[in-house]
């Protein structure tokens, strides 16, 4: 079955505390996205991937970074979580034409006290 | 930034037709029309997208208008789970984003 997992899907931490959200996919997709959905402000684009090892910025990755090692692979990693950063995210996937869909994970909520 | 607009909320009755619009009148010639959905504690999801031409799959149609300024989502027959957050949005840039804005909650009363 065509997926993208995230892990974890709930995840309650300290400020300061490093965390990584892993993503992964088994479609074989060059493209890789992580979003962030916050009430009133939608989905909001952090890190994307156009292939590996090729990485860059979205609207908002402050506090974040990512890594692009393997196809199939894209973690979020927060190395000094803050309470802003309390949100949901999401992992997405696709063919790097812009013409394509991307297929979405379920979700991480993450809690930052 | 090219921007959607779209309806607060829409309510339809369970096996009606459902025509949800989305304005998006500062799109560019090269830009497709995509359409997601959001459930419930769910990641967004793939609807449908198309350029110029009307599409059709087997969750929905889309219906361009002929100045691509506007679009409209058809659901042919809507069911209690065709309740949620339908994104009116576009994939475009060299970041390949979707831009999403607040969406059309639809509500499907039995």
């Known amino acids: 079955e065509a997926q993208v997992t995230q892990n974890p899907r709930y995840l309650i931490t300290v400020t300061g505390k490093k965390l990584t959200v892993t993503c992964s996919q088994n479609m074989n997709h060059e493209y890789m996205s992580w979003y962030r959905q916050d009430p009133g402000l939608g989905l909001r684009q952090i890190y994307y991937?156009?292939?590996?090892?090729?990485?860059d910025k979205g609207d908002v990755p402050e506090g974040y970074k990512v890594s692009r090692k393997e196809k199939r692979n894209f973690p979020l990693i927060l190395e000094s979580p803050s309470p802003n950063q309390t949100s949901l995210y999401f992992c997405?996937?696709?063919?790097?034409?812009?013409?394509?869909?991307?297929?979405f994970g379920e979700g991480s909520r993450l809690t930052v006290l | 930034d090219a921007k959607t607009t779209q309806p607060n909320s829409m309510e339809s009755n369970e096996e009606e037709p459902v025509h949800l619009p989305c304005n998006h009148s500062t799109i560019s010639g090269t830009d497709y029309i995509h359409w997601y959905r959001q459930l419930p504690s769910q990641g967004p999801e793939y609807v449908i997208h198309?350029?110029?031409s009307n599409v059709n799959n087997r969750m929905a149609s889309l219906a361009i208008a002929e100045d691509r300024k506007s679009s409209t989502l058809i659901l042919h027959r809507a069911t209690l789970r065709d309740a949620a957050v339908y994104y009116c949005t576009r994939r475009t840039g060299a970041n390949s984003k979707l831009t999403f804005g607040k969406g059309i909650t639809l509500s499907v009363r039995p």
């Open positions: 997405a996937s696709g063919r790097v034409a812009n013409t394509g869909e991307l297929f």
């Open positions: 198309g350029l110029t």
């Open positions: 991937s156009m292939n590996v090892e090729v990485t």
